[in-house]
C-alpha cells in the first residue's frame, strides 16, 4: 500500500460546481498536512495546510479525519482557473520526510 | 523576491557523463530537499538537507549525490547519469517540517534526458 494515495482523476466538472477530493495517508503518526497546487509543467505551490479542527480559505476548505486517515478538499464555485492537478502531501512525525501522493486532476469545464 | 533558483532548466545529456543541477534559495531556509516526477508516479524525495553540512537519503538516492557546504545551495549531483535518470527535477526549501513553518518553496524544475 502507498504512504499516501490519491484518485489521479481527471475529474471534469461544469464551473460553478463543487468538487471534493480525498487523500488517505497510511502512517497514523503523520504530524502535517499540506495540499498543493501543481498546473502542468509548473513547479508545486502551496494550496493550503490542513488543520485537525478543519480549515477554510475562501472557496477551499481542508479537512482532517485521523481516524480513518484521510484528508479532504473541498472546491466551492469552481472556476476555470482551478484547473490543476492537486497534491497531497504528508510529513510524518518526527521525521524530515514529505511524502507526495500521485495527484488528482481537476478540469473545470466552461 | 523571496525564490528558489535551479539550473539548468533543460538538459539533454548523453550516459556516464558527470552533471550537476544547482539550486539555490535566498531564503535563509535551513531545511532543503530535492525530488524528481514522474508520471503515474508523483514527486519522491531523493535527499534532504536539515541544514549545512546535514544530509539524509529519501526515498529513491541511487545514482545521485548532494553536498550543503553553505546553508542557501543544495546542489545535485549525477556522477554517472543513465536513462533511467530522465526526469523533472524539483529543489524545494522550507524553514523545516511542521505545520506552520513547513511550507515548501519549490524552484521552477529543471527536466533532465539522458540518451
Not at chain 1, 500500500?1 to 468538487?19: H, I, L, M, S, Y
Not at chain 1, 476548505?61 to 482557473?81: M, V, W
Not at chain 2, 530537499?33 to 508520471?39: E, I
Not at chain 2, 523545516?96 to 529543471?110: C, K, Q, V
Request: glycine share 8%; proline share 5%.
Amino acid at each position: 500500500r502507498k504512504e499516501v494515495e490519491q484518485d489521479p482523476g481527471p475529474f471534469n466538472v461544469p464551473e460553478g460546481a463543487t468538487v471534493a477530493f480525498n487523500c488517505t495517508y497510511s502512517n497514523s503518526a503523520s504530524q502535517s498536512f499540506f495540499w498543493y497546487r501543481q498546473d502542468c509543467r509548473k513547479e508545486p505551490k502551496l494550496l493550503m495546510s490542513v488543520y485537525s479542527s478543519g480549515n477554510e480559505d475562501g472557496r477551499f476548505t481542508a479537512q482532517l479525519n485521523r481516524a480513518s486517515q484521510y484528508i479532504s478538499l473541498l472546491i466551492r464555485d469552481s472556476k476555470l482557473s482551478d484547473s490543476a492537478t492537486y497534491l497531497c502531501v504528508v510529513n510524518p512525525s518526527g521525521t524530515y520526510k514529505y511524502i507526495f501522493g500521485t495527484g488528482t486532476r481537476l478540469k473545470v469545464l466552461a | 523576491e523571496a525564490q528558489v533558483t535551479q539550473n539548468p532548466r533543460y538538459l539533454i545529456t548523453v550516459t556516464g557523463k558527470k552533471l550537476t543541477v544547482t539550486c539555490s534559495q535566498n531564503m535563509n531556509h535551513e531545511y532543503m530537499s530535492w525530488y524528481r516526477q514522474d508520471p503515474g508516479l508523483g514527486l519522491r524525495q531523493i535527499y534532504y538537507s536539515m541544514n549545512v553540512e546535514v544530509t539524509d537519503k529519501g526515498d529513491v538516492p541511487e545514482g545521485y549525490k548532494v553536498s550543503r557546504k553553505e546553508k542557501r545551495n543544495f546542489p545535485l549531483i549525477l556522477e554517472s547519469p543513465s536513462p533511467n535518470q530522465t526526469s523533472l527535477y524539483f529543489c524545494a526549501s522550507s524553514q523545516g517540517p511542521g505545520r506552520n513553518t513547513g511550507e515548501l518553496f519549490f524552484g521552477e524544475g529543471s527536466r533532465l534526458t539522458v540518451l
